[in-house]
């Protein structure tokens, strides 16, 4: 039937809320985060030194790695100035082989032989 003790279950629960004294839950609220507060600001404090020190490592690798980079482009540096210094070289064998065509040519032309 429905007669008055036929409630749904939740208007009990919600006839029972007022028996909640709120002085009570406020206390413990304020013991819990009392106790729980310190903690959680060291955890925090430790986390920023934590982030801090994150950022100097991560700057430091950074220029490591540059340095390494550095360091590995040299071989191809040293091989840039062998091979720059080689055609050179033959750019000198190749201006003198001009030049003596230069005198020769002018010695026969000289001699009265057009080339």
């Excluded at 809320?17 to 060291?42: F, R």
């Amino acid at each position: 039937g429905t007669g008055p003790n036929d409630a749904s279950p939740d208007e009990g629960v919600v006839e029972d809320l007022p028996l909640i004294d709120e002085k009570a839950v406020e206390q413990l609220t304020e013991g819990l985060i009392s106790y729980y507060l310190p903690d959680l600001q060291q955890s925090k404090s430790a986390l920023q030194e934590l982030t801090q020190n994150q950022v100097v490592l991560l700057e430091t690798l950074e220029q490591e790695i540059s340095k390494f980079k550095e360091c590995n482009w040299i071989p191809d540096i040293n091989a840039l100035f062998s091979e720059a210094k080689h055609y050179h070289n033959k750019l000198v064998n190749i201006r003198n082989e001009m030049m003596l065509l230069h005198e020769k040519t002018s010695k026969l032309k000289v001699s009265g032989i057009n080339i």
